[in-house]
């Protein structure tokens, strides 16, 4: 009995402290009949389906603390509002255009819409300051320091959003936008996740958080870390296999839909030619791609070095991207006979020389 009757305390403690917040959203007419879902955002889950009618729809739920949620409208064409809500939210959303406009009578959806306006008037007047200096003529280095006050002053309106909001779940969104571009190691973005509430909340920011503790594991001068994936054949194969076995290894991060990648590939598949032997190799690290994308390119790109395909769900201890920080493609990396780290972000225009002066 005792058990039984603190459950129903407990039910009735939770519906005593939620409150009800309430949704009210605007579209187009062609979407009377259809359904809209509301879903919570960070755990993606969906609350509730919608009928829409007449022009738009309403709903109203209960929460205990704070949630984002994304309103999803003809979900094909991906039509998606993210709203913030809280005890007592009334929000108000319009999604009769692109983007969405939100409000909230000064809530968190309008703290946020107030930011995105201060933002773009900053980045208007960085834009226009750089684009003088370059008709006067200026260096790009000259570029860089007569703008770097403009830069600060547009970093410090998403710097002071995440302070003024550090006690709601906007301060951690905004932290969660900027996380990758702000902070440079997992030390320095903890202290900052330290003293922003909800940030737990976003896996994304715990997932830079991580490649910031691998990127500093794997940056120049360290030993490599292992990963595996599969050959060419579809075989076991670990970069361990190649890495740290008495030559210099230069290893290429890339994919078949990656431009880029293709256009430095030439270059090497020359290297490749021109060095290879007992002090040197080259590994590619194929990432992001469908299995039968990556065997296809192989052969069609000219591709003779060996190959590590990882696939795209690996997890964190063979996610080759993750473990090396690789933010984009494609990326080069330089490894010593003995498996350390020697360069990283080599372009394949420098291969020649560089390799050529490593092997005198």
């Known amino acids: 009995m005792r058990t039984i009757f603190t459950l129903i305390l407990s039910v009735a403690a939770m519906f005593a402290t939620a409150q009800e917040y309430r949704i009210a959203c605007q579209v187009n007419p062609d979407f009377n009949g259809k359904t809209a879902y509301v879903i919570n955002k960070?755990?993606?889950?969906?609350?509730?389906?919608?009928?829409?009618?007449?022009?738009?729809?309403?709903?109203?739920?209960?929460?205990?603390c704070q949630a984002l949620i994304d309103v999803v409208v003809n979900r094909a064409k991906g039509q998606v509002a993210t709203v913030f809500v809280e005890k007592g939210s009334d929000v108000m959303v319009d999604m009769t255009g692109r983007p969405a406009k939100i409000n909230d009578n000064g809530g968190m959806n309008d703290r946020l819409a107030s930011m995105y306006a201060t933002v773009k008037e900053r980045s208007a007047a960085l834009s226009n300051l750089a684009k003088k200096l370059h008709e006067e003529g200026k260096s790009e280095e000259e570029i860089l320091a007569a703008t770097t006050a403009e830069t600060e002053a547009l970093y410090d309106v998403y710097r002071n959003?995440?302070?003024?909001?550090?006690?709601?779940?906007?301060?951690?969104?905004v932290l969660n936008m900027v996380a990758r571009q702000f902070y440079s190691s997992a030390e320095e973005l903890d202290a900052v996740m330290s003293k922003v509430k909800f940030s737990g909340e976003f896996r994304t920011l715990e997932r830079v958080r991580t490649a910031l503790y691998y990127g500093e594991k794997t940056k120049v001068g360290n030993m490599f870390l292992d990963f595996g994936g599969f050959s060419t054949e579809g075989k076991p194969v670990r970069l361990s296999d190649y890495v740290g076995k008495g030559k210099y290894v230069l290893v290429d991060f890339w994919a078949s839909w990656c431009n880029p990648c293709k256009k430095e590939m030439p270059l090497v598949i020359e290297a490749d030619g021109k060095f290879t032997g007992d002090k040197f190799m080259v590994i590619g690290v194929n990432i992001g791609d469908k299995e039968d994308s990556f065997r296809a390119a192989v052969p069609e790109l000219g591709i003779t070095y060996p190959q590590i395909f990882v696939p795209r769900n690996s997890k964190d201890e063979n996610n080759a991207a993750l473990l090396y920080n690789v933010e984009t493609i494609p990326h080069?990396?330089?490894?010593?006979?003995?498996?350390?780290?020697?360069?990283?972000?080599?372009?394949?225009a420098e291969l020649d020389g560089k390799i050529g002066q490593l092997l005198k």
């Not at 959003?161 to 969104?173: P, V």
């Not at 080069?332 to 394949?348: K, N, Q, S, V, Y």
Request: proline share 2%.
């Open 42 to 64: 960070t755990a993606g889950d969906t609350i509730a389906a919608c009928e829409i009618a007449d022009n738009g729809f309403v709903y109203n739920g209960n929460i205990c």
């Open 161 to 173: 959003a995440i302070t003024e909001n550090s006690d709601n779940m906007l301060g951690a969104y």
């Open 332 to 348: 080069m990396m330089l490894i010593a006979p003995d498996g350390t780290i020697l360069e990283r972000g080599m372009h394949g």
